[in-house]
């Protein structure tokens, strides 16, 4: 029997960091396309005009808890939300995160804590939160539950005045590594994998490329996007679409013999 146009998520529940904006946003409409239920975190109050008009759109499949990634306390509401909603989670989305740039002697020690703190530190403690549930909930579907830690292309090679960024997305590949081993040898039913972008049209983006204008490294941003599409062997950036599309096979049965995988979804940048 075909599996075109069925939804491929029915009866899974998924958790998605920094699901207001960008690939996380875009994680969150495939997963409830594909029939999923999903609970969205960001750092938005859930009464904000962005988060109130992002939950009546996406309709009764979709929550949100208002969740620092780097607070302990804001984890232990959102498993707390989850367990009392669902009593169950099938997929990890770890993919709040943000971006540093500079010369590595100016970078602050302030600036550089934060950005580990934010891209290590909460990718660590979404996992650590979770692992209980996940265990539980994965036996019950095909594949098991799933892990997606969202790196970069930036946590496979390095680039110039990109240091801190490298060092917190090579983190998180690694890390991600260390956990997958460690629950297959444990038999437990969680895979883990990392997910690769290579450059996104979303708002970090577009904020990055402002902030290098105001610094004076471009005269407009499109000058920028002209650079990065021309290092890009296919030639332009991605749409978020295409990485939840790379969500989505990382969160299903598809990739069942998948763990401890990087997924690059970049146009062929690293390939070169
Ligand atoms: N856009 C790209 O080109 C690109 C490339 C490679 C990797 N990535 C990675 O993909 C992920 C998503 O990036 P994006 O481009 O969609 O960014 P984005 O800024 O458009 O969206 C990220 C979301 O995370 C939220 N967030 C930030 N800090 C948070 C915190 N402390 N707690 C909770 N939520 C927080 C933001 O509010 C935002 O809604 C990030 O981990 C980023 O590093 C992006």
């Given amino acids: 029997m075909s599996n075109l146009g069925a939804q491929r998520l029915t009866g899974r529940v998924a958790f998605v960091s920094g699901g207001l904006r960008g690939i996380g946003l875009a994680c ?26 992002t939950l009546d759109r996406l309709g009764a499949n979709a929550s949100y808890v208002a969740a620092n990634v780097t607070r302990e306390e804001d984890w232990e509401r959102a498993r707390a939300l989850v367990a009392e909603r669902h009593g169950r989670l099938h997929i990890l989305v770890n993919n709040a995160g943000t971006d540093l740039t500079g010369a590595v002697e100016t970078l602050s020690m302030r600036d550089w804590r934060r950005i580990m703190d934010i891209n290590v530190d909460g990718v660590f403690l979404g996992v650590r939160t979770f692992t209980p549930l996940l265990a539980e909930s994965g036996g019950a579907v095909k594949g098991g539950a799933s892990i ?13 005045e990109v240091s801190a960024y490298n060092a917190s997305k090579g983190a998180v590949r690694l890390f991600t590594k260390g956990i997958a081993i460690e629950f297959a040898l444990k038999k437990l039913p969680i895979r883990a994998n990392s997910l690769h972008p290579g450059f996104v049209v979303t708002p970090l983006l577009r904020e990055g490329f402002q902030r290098w204008v105001d610094k004076g490294v471009a005269a407009d941003p499109q000058v920028l996007v002209d650079a990065m599409c021309a290092q890009t062997p296919m030639g332009r950036l991605a749409d978020p679409a295409e990485l939840a599309s790379a969500a989505f096979f990382l969160a299903g049965e598809d990739s069942a013999y998948m763990t401890g995988a990087e997924l690059v979804i970049d146009g062929g940048w690293t390939a070169q």
């Fill in 28 to 53: 969150v409409e495939r997963f409830l396309a594909e029939g999923a239920q999903v609970v969205l975190s960001d750092l938005d109050a859930p009464d904000s005009e962005l988060a109130r008009a």
């Fill in 148 to 160: 997606i830690n969202v790196s970069s292309i930036m946590g496979l090679v390095g680039y110039s």
